[in-house]
């Protein structure tokens, strides 16, 4: 049986659904519904009439002074929540983003998925619907090992540090 995909805009049509993760929760559609400027998505994929992922993004608008004065850009934090352990959730992943990027692109101008648990998961239905990575801009250094931070920094870092301190 093939996968249903349902999308939400308003909190009054979403039934109650299972799962525990914030960013893709009822709750923060309901804070997002109340913002102005903040228009949230919420994709629910069902099998058998059985929730087994869901999805929150949201589409905001910002206003600024000079051309373009209006930009409208779609974020999602992480890949969605999947609520079902038997399903192949890159291939669940797979069909939600694609209905994803059909609807927000019509109103959007960008759609950013922010703090990807794992970088690789649905790389290449990230692929196949145009996406494409940026540069990750932080560095996540573990401070539960026995060595010190210069021995775990580059020369060329400790020269940096050296310099502007």
């Known amino acids: ?7 939400y805009n308003q909190s009054r049509k979403i039934p109650d659904l299972p799962g525990n993760n914030i960013f893709h929760s009822t709750y923060l559609f309901q804070i997002y519904e109340a913002t102005p400027n903040y228009t ?6 069902t099998l058998e009439d059985k929730p ?13 002074t000079f051309p373009p004065s209006i930009i409208k850009q779609c974020e999602v934090y992480d890949t969605g929540e999947f609520l079902d352990e038997t399903i192949d959730k890159e291939v669940v992943f797979g069909e939600m983003l694609e209905h994803l990027t059909a609807k927000a692109t019509r109103e959007s101008f960008l759609i950013e998925f922010k703090n990807l648990e794992n970088a690789l ?7 196949q619907n145009n996406y494409f990575p940026v540069n990750w801009l932080r560095v996540r250094n573990s401070l539960h090992t026995s060595e010190t931070i210069e021995e775990r ?13």
């Open 121 to 127: 998961f649905g790389y290449k239905y990230f692929r």
């Open 153 to 165: 920094c580059s020369p060329s870092r400790l020269r940096q540090i050296k310099k502007d301190s």
């Open 40 to 45: 949230p998505l919420l994709l629910v994929a």
């Open 1 to 7: 049986m093939p996968i249903k995909l349902t999308t």
């Open 52 to 64: 087994i992922a869901k999805m929150l993004a949201v589409i905001r608008k910002a206003k600024r």
